[in-house]
């Protein structure tokens, strides 16, 4: 009974949280939960998590569940799984937390562990195109703006028409923009051609990338070719 008695009396040991502060995407962060001494019972706590940037199931493994140090031992660790998604993202965050300690007292309740992103940065390209010269008015082709993978970023890319063989009396200067949304990896953009009344060759012109954001640009520019209508 005096046993019993003098361990009721005893303070209550302090119960605290360490988290490992970043990993890299796919692997899994170190969560302990450690007691400042020794508990002669079983010390239960509730630990959760809850997404910042980083989203559970998507970008790691939620949990919400009692944690118990046996008495005895004065460290458990948990581990909490993240997520390899192939996707260029910025690195995120998620935040875990202890509540509800049962024979001790909270020291500290919370703490951030980051997602460090290691996926590659998609490059753009952009497909050339024929396109036929028209007889009367202005007509519009097409051509394809594409990623070389999916992104988890909002990607966008500006494009300029400009000069090869052909000149602005062949078509008009445009300056068309591909917005990528996360995970989307073609977008059309059009160029805008001319007609006249000479009889020549095909003629070209350059559609060059002159900014890109959230992705790495072309190699080299795209070549549209205007296909002589004339006789």
Same mark, same amino acid.
């Given at each position: 009974m005096l046993p019993l008695l003098v361990a009721a009396l005893l303070p209550l040991p302090h119960v605290g949280l360490h988290v490992q502060e970043s990993v890299d995407e796919g692997d899994s962060v170190r969560v302990a939960i450690t007691l400042d001494r020794v508990a002669?019972?079983?010390?239960?706590?509730?630990?959760?998590?809850?997404?910042?940037?980083?989203?559970?199931?998507?970008?790691? *493994?939620?949990?919400?569940?009692?944690?118990?140090? !046996?008495?005895?031992?004065?460290? +458990?660790?948990? =581990?909490?799984? $993240?997520?390899?998604?192939?996707?260029?993202?910025?690195?995120?965050?998620?935040?875990v937390r202890l509540r509800d300690a049962e024979n001790?007292?909270?020291?500290?309740?919370?703490?951030?562990?980051?997602?460090?992103?290691?996926?590659?940065?998609?490059?753009?390209?952009v497909e050339g195109a024929t396109i036929p010269e028209p007889e009367i008015t202005n007509q519009l082709g097409f051509t394809y703006v594409r990623l070389s993978a999916p992104s988890g970023r909002r990607v966008v890319v500006e494009l300029a028409?400009?000069? *090869?063989?052909?000149?602005?009396?062949?078509?008009? !200067?445009?300056?068309?923009?591909? +917005?990528?949304? =996360?995970?989307? $990896?073609?977008?059309?953009?059009?160029?805008?051609?001319?007609?006249?009344?000479?009889v020549e060759g095909p003629e070209t012109v350059r559609l060059v990338v002159t900014s890109v954001r959230h992705a790495l640009p072309p190699r080299r520019a795209a070549i549209v070719t205007i296909d002589d209508a004339d006789d």
């Open positions: 002669n019972r079983d010390v239960r706590v509730l630990l959760d998590t809850r997404g910042r940037e980083a989203r559970g199931r998507s970008d790691y *493994g939620p949990i919400h569940g009692v944690v118990t140090i !046996p008495s005895g031992l004065l460290r +458990v660790t948990v =581990p909490v799984h $993240t997520v390899a998604d192939g996707l260029d993202e910025a690195d995120e965050s998620f935040v001790a007292v909270l020291t500290s309740d919370r703490a951030t562990a980051t997602i460090d992103d290691r996926d590659p940065t998609p490059r753009v390209r028409t400009r000069p *090869g063989s052909a000149t602005t009396a062949d078509f008009v !200067p445009l300056h068309p923009i591909a +917005v990528f949304a =996360p995970g989307e $990896t073609s977008q059309l953009v059009s160029v805008e051609v001319l007609p006249d009344d000479l």
